[in-house]
């Protein structure tokens, strides 16, 4: 069975920092482009970022490039969000997800707040 669980979330100031992590279960995420998505509240799924199982690489939104870093570590197939210098409009629940598919997790919540 498919699974991804994401950990990491909570309440953090403005300014501060947060790294979620995604454990995937049943396959083996680095043979499958993976994103992370974000919902907050009243709003639409919003794209956060994708890393590349080609060859690793990343991209990432306009709303968080610069503050926001994913990553993968094969050997735990786990992917992790590293969120820098947060912002109140961070604030959302953060969905890991096997890119271009329905597929997610049950989600993360972070809340940037003082």
């Known amino acids: 069975e498919v699974q991804l669980v994401e950990s990491g979330g909570g309440l953090v100031q403005p300014g501060g920092s947060l790294r979620l992590s995604c454990a995937a279960s049943?396959?083996?995420?680095?043979?499958?482009?993976m994103s992370w998505v974000r919902q907050a509240p009243g709003k639409g799924l919003e794209w956060v970022s994708t890393?590349?199982?080609?060859?690793?690489?990343?991209s990432y939104a306009d709303s968080v490039k610069g503050r926001f870093t994913m990553s993968r570590d094969n050997a735990k197939n786990t992917l992790y969000l590293q969120m820098n210098s947060l912002k109140p409009e961070d604030t959302a629940v953060y969905y890991c997800?096997?890119?271009?598919?329905?597929?997610r997790g049950q989600g993360t919540q972070v809340t940037v707040s003082s």
């Open positions: 997800a096997l890119a271009g598919s329905s597929i």
């Open positions: 049943g396959f083996t995420s680095s043979r499958h482009a």
């Open positions: 890393i590349n199982n080609v060859d690793g690489s990343t």
